[in-house]
């Protein structure tokens, strides 16, 4: 059994800054890639970032420069650091673990970016 608890999202005002986290736990050997998905109301969901265990990263064109994407292996927790914040990034944020073969997800938190 495999579980991941996020944590951090709340109500910002445009241009804050949030930091998600996502601590994975149980039986996880191997983990490869650890990201982050995005889905607001009425819109399609959004790969936000990735980074594999070799430390290749990905970002979406429409948070690059202003989102950071990190891990700590030791303690398979993956974060994303998010500056500089829109209206339009308001969603609902949901962490993903590739493990063997497998992809496992966090329950989503959530995210509003309003004054």
């Known amino acids: 059994q495999v579980q991941l608890v996020e944590s951090g999202g709340g109500l910002v005002q445009p241009g804050g800054s949030l930091r998600l986290s996502c601590a994975a736990s149980?039986?996880?050997?191997?983990?490869?890639?650890m990201g982050w998905y995005r889905q607001a109301p009425g819109k399609q969901r959004e790969l936000v970032a990735t980074i594999t265990g070799g430390g290749e990263i990905n970002y979406a064109d429409s948070v690059k420069g202003r989102f950071t994407i990190s891990r700590d292996n030791a303690k398979s927790t993956v974060y994303l650091q998010m500056n500089s914040l829109e209206p339009e990034d308001t969603a609902v944020y949901s962490c993903f673990v590739d493990s063997m073969s497998r992809r496992y997800w966090g329950q989503g938190t959530q995210v509003t970016v309003s004054s």
């Open positions: 149980g039986n996880i050997f191997g983990i490869y890639a």
